[in-house]
């Protein structure tokens, strides 16, 4: 019985979802490049590379063309890309540690998660069937759900980044101001704080629980020495 031939190593690289994933890093290289002399392009191409994150994601799916490369440059491109522009925002915001703060959550959250699979054998990061947490499960359970708060935080990042006049804006003031000009934007700022408030609760519950079995797994290697 002949055996099932084994994928080589530049197929991969080819695959669907992974050209996908070039083409989102190159956007995002270019977007970055003219943020600051054309924030509505720069937005636009964001928010595209950020929706073909779904989109990989799919063609993936679809095609049985699931990899651990293209897993892992999935999410360093949307770590990266939110850093990036979390890093712009500190810039032209007071006070500009709100966003250094949310930067440094966001990566601690992600790695302690990616890590903390490793360790407990898991295919993917967002397996938490075992977590007794309930936004937590309800987060990575949900695909509408994680989709609304991962899209409601991006736009508003977004909305924040278009809103700003000059350099040292007061954070506050800026958005109420924004709000009280403009009620479809008020709604919109809402529900776009609600889905930011949502994941920021996640990345907390996630680093929180990571670091636990990460201590767990300490723990127990040292009882079975």
Request: proline share 1%; aromatic share 14%; hydrophobic share 50%.
């Amino acid at each position: 019985m002949a055996k099932e031939s084994r994928p080589r190593k530049l197929s991969v690289y080819l695959y669907i979802p992974n050209i996908i994933g070039y083409i989102r890093v190159l956007m995002n290289c270019f977007a970055f490049y003219i943020c600051s002399s054309n924030k509505k392009l720069f937005s636009v191409l964001y928010f595209i590379s950020f929706v073909c994150d779904a989109l990989d994601g799919w063609f993936a799916r679809k095609f049985n063309q699931v990899s651990t490369f293209g897993a892992v440059l999935d999410m360093v491109t949307d770590r990266i890309s939110t850093a990036c522009l979390l890093v712009i925002l500190s810039q032209v915001y007071r006070p500009g540690l709100v966003f250094l703060s949310l930067l440094a959550l966001d990566i601690a959250s992600h790695w302690f998660q990616m890590y903390s699979t490793f360790l407990a054998g898991k295919a993917s990061h967002k397996d938490v069937k075992d977590s007794t947490n309930w936004l937590f499960k309800a987060y990575y359970g949900n695909r509408m759900f994680m989709g609304y708060c991962c899209v409601a935080c991006e736009l508003l990042y977004i909305t924040l980044f278009l809103l700003a006049k000059n350099q040292n804006e007061n954070l506050t003031k800026v958005v109420v101001e924004a709000a009280k000009q403009n009620s479809a934007l008020a709604v919109l700022l809402v529900l776009l704080l609600v889905g930011w408030a949502i994941k920021q609760a996640v990345n907390f519950i996630q680093m929180k629980t990571a670091a636990d079995l990460c201590v767990d797994y300490d723990i127990n290697k040292k009882h079975k020495a």
